[in-house]
C-alpha cells in the first residue's frame, strides 16, 4: 500500500506542477504580452518624439540655410547697387565741359531757390559760367567755394548746396532704391 499511496502522491504532485506550470506559463505569457505592447508603444511614442526632434533640426537648418542665402544675395545686390552708383557719379563727375556746362544750366533754369540769388562756383567754374548764369538773369557771385562740380545757391545767410557730391549724399537712398528697380525688377 504504500507504494500505491507514494505513487498517488507523486501522480498528484506532477498534476499540481503541471497545473502550476501551465499557469505560470499563462502568466508569464500575459505578462510578456502586456510587456511587448508596452514597449511598442513606448517605441511608438520615443519614434516619434524622435521624428519631431529631427524635423525641427532639419527645418532649423533648412530655415538657416535659407536665411543665410538671403544675407548672401543681399550683400551681393548692395555690392551691385554700391557699384552703379559709384559709376554712376563718376560718369557725373567727368562729364564733358559741354556736358557739364548744359547740365547745370538746366540745374539753374529749375532750382526755385536760384531765382533771385547769388550763385557760388568753384573758382575753376566761376568764369566759364559767368555770362550763361548772367543770360538767365542771375548773380554770379564773387566768392568761390572748394566744390568739384556744381554750384551753391546763396540767398541772404541761407545757402543751398547743389554740389554734386552733396546732391548724390542727398539722394543716396533714392539712387539705391531706383538702382534697385532696375537691376533687379
Known sequence: MSNKIID????????????????????????????????????????????????????????????????IILEKKQEEIQKVIAESKEKLLNLSDEEYKNVVINMLKNTKEAQGAEIIFSAKDKE?????????GMKVSEETRDINKGF?????????????????????????YTAYEILFN
Open 152 to 176: 551753391i545757391v546763396k540767398k541772404g545767410e541761407v545757402e543751398y548746396n547743389f554740389s554734386f557730391e552733396d546732391i548724390m549724399n542727398v539722394s543716396r537712398e533714392d539712387l539705391e
Open 128 to 136: 566759364p559760367f559767368k555770362d550763361a548764369v548772367s543770360a538767365l
Open 8 to 71: 498517488k502522491i507523486i501522480s498528484d504532485a506532477d498534476g499540481e506542477v503541471k497545473k502550476i506550470m501551465t499557469k505560470a506559463e499563462e502568466k508569464s505569457a500575459f505578462i510578456i504580452g502586456e510587456a511587448t505592447k508596452k514597449a511598442e508603444s513606448e517605441y511608438n511614442i520615443k519614434y516619434k518624439e524622435a521624428e519631431a526632434e529631427a524635423k525641427k533640426a532639419y527645418d532649423k537648418e533648412i530655415s538657416g540655410a535659407e536665411m543665410k542665402a538671403k544675407k
